[in-house]
């Protein structure tokens, strides 16, 4: 069992994830620094080796076939080295100042198609929608269970973005508090509306899309932009139009819109850097049963969206120490280099 | 001239380096995704090189020799890539939306000693006690220029934590906003001395020494720990037990106790783990003539220290869309490995 623990000053959690536990020759070059190379012709996320993960605990496939059976398109199994693990959450428990809780969640791999060399980005536009639709499908099934206050959903493309398995995938972790970042975003979007007297998301978009040298790509539903203070070269961010609150949410033809303009950006990143790592997010508003609570207007203010970020520089001292960012390309150069030509 | 952009809703400010900049083919793995390697056998930190680096700053060197030749121990040059410039504070503009304002501020190198192969923890004692003497000197200076807010100083070592020369070398960033990490830090400090009456750091360092399961190591006047909240395997954090706000603060005597405390872990997390690349970070309050003005009672609430980030893990998908830090080694762990035998 993992532990959550608080940070007095900062307010951060931390997972302290003793599952995955390491000791220190397991960090020494000559002892395995990298991630055990994978054993060539080998992979538990391949079709046929279904046996290799936990048992599914959801799956679209080919009627007549069975769970852990080929005949998927997109498979959903639990994380075998788990950072949460299901059950009651337990109150939180005291070390003299310092505050902990055990770790309490749910974390799953969505297997994102049986072939291991195709990329999400490389997927007919409709397999992407569907690799969307099963993470509506998890994160209501999740969001259920009132425990959970905070679904995040991710990708890990490449060692260097933190992937251990090179079968793409994303996952999908279920927090028993709501986290600081996504704490930070409804504060940050709340101060904004106040200002702005209507969504900052919805502000935002309005004038990039009056402004264009930060557009990277739109369709009917969606608008992909290099964001204004982006943190990492080549940085973009996907909003949906229609301004909504909840992933969960968005409707059929946004999913296949979604999943449309995904596939052209993501292919314009590969065709510009050279098939970077990446760290792709979702970003949306806690469990609607709870937050609608706490945030009685959260639904008017906050505004889903995916964030695409390249891994091409490193996170330094400067960055630790202060919370800034140095980036080399401004956003204006990555839109330029990043739109269709 | 580089350029300063706020995120709007999360107030997270991002340096667009223009001084820096990059075009795609830069980050392409044929194209150079590495930086270049150095030329072997010249370096522009070594002594007898010191006309490579732009003119120096400060240096302590031997009576009789002159500024920018060989003879000095401890040498300070500006960055000759700054991520900010020296110059007046432009008022903040705004395009749209949109807050911004010209990278003003300072962006300076602490070249440690002349010899390429000596790390930080290799040098005698004396020699560590000047480098922290020549950030106190530069931090004292700086910030007698009030348009500087906040002095960072921070040392990359290994191409993995973000260094580009392998020379031993700290950085020195001065800018002209105090930073949202400081600030979460002075509010995090402010709303836990509402609920201790006392320092949180005090308290924490007080509990620490009682609990001893954290402890790495201590000396005349510092504590090195392994935080409760340890964001990455072997972090540690170095306090000096005298409460004090402001490094610049610290008495001869502290900073040759610090040099040794610094000496002794830096040692010891070589042995651990086998020299990893690691962040060093020094966290204070923000420039005393400006701090006590807006934050009345800071030297009561802040307490200055040293961080030691090792880098043996990715920043991923979850960290990034959430703020949590999943750290697979618990620093009790930690700290028995890295405690002196």
Redesign the interface.
């Known amino acids: 069992m993992s ?1 959550l ?14 599952e ?5 020759d397991d ?5 395995g ?1 990298a991630p055990p190379p994978e054993a060539p012709g080998f992979c538990p996320f391949c079709e046929g080796n279904e046996a290799k993960t936990p048992p599914e605990v959801f799956a679209l496939r080919k009627a007549g076939t069975g769970p852990d059976t080929p005949g998927w398109t997109v498979r959903v199994v639990p994380n075998k080295f788990p ?1 949460l693990t299901p059950g009651p959450p337990p109150p939180r428990a005291t ?4 505050q902990s809780m055990e770790g309490r969640g749910v974390h799953e791999v969505v297997i994102e198609n049986p072939d291991h060399a195709l990329e999400l980005g490389d997927l007919a536009v409709a397999h992407i929608r569907d690799v969307f639709r099963v993470f509506q499908l998890r994160i209501r099934a999740i969001e259920r269970d009132l425990h959970y206050q ?1 679904v ?1 959903i ?3 493309k490449g ?5 251990s398995l090179s079968h793409p995938h994303s ?1 999908l ?1 279920a ?1 028993p508090i709501v ?4 704490k ?2 409804i504060y ?2 709340d101060r ?1 509306f106040r200002t ?1 007297k209507e969504c ?2 919805c ?2 978009l309005r ?1 990039e899309e009056a ?1 264009g040298k930060r557009l990277v790509a739109r369709n009917a539903h969606f608008t992909a932009i290099a ?5 990492s ?2 940085e973009m961010a996907v909003f949906p139009r229609r301004h909504s609150a909840f992933f969960t949410d968005a409707g059929e033809d946004e999913l296949l819109a979604l999943a449309g303009i995904l596939k052209a950006v993501l292919t314009r990143l590969k065709e ?3 098939d ?1 790592p990446f ?5 949306q508003a806690p469990n609607p049963a709870l937050s609608l609570k706490s945030w009685p207007d959260i639904h008017l203010k906050s505004h889903w969206h995916v ?1 695409i ?2 891994v ?7 960055e ?12 204006e ?1 990555a839109a330029q ?1 990043l739109k269709q030509p």
Not at 227 to 231: C, E, H, L, T
Not at 312 to 318: I, N, P, Q, R, Y
Request: net charge positive; no cysteine.
């Open positions: 532990e623990r608080k940070d007095l000053v900062s307010g951060r959690w931390v997972i302290i994830a003793t995955r536990s390491k000791r220190p960090f020494r070059p000559a002892g620094a950072a070390e003299g100042a310092f905070y995040q991710f990708k890990n060692r260097e973005a933190g992937a996952q972790v927090t986290p600081k970042r996504i930070e975003e940050g979007a904004m702005f900052v998301f502000r935002v004038e402004a964001p204004y203070a982006s943190r070269p080549f510009t850097v050279g970077p760290n792709m997010v979702l970003h964030e970020i390249p091409l520089t490193k996170m330094a001292g400067f630790w120490g202060t919370g800034f960012y140095i980036n080399p390309v401004p956003p150069t280099f």
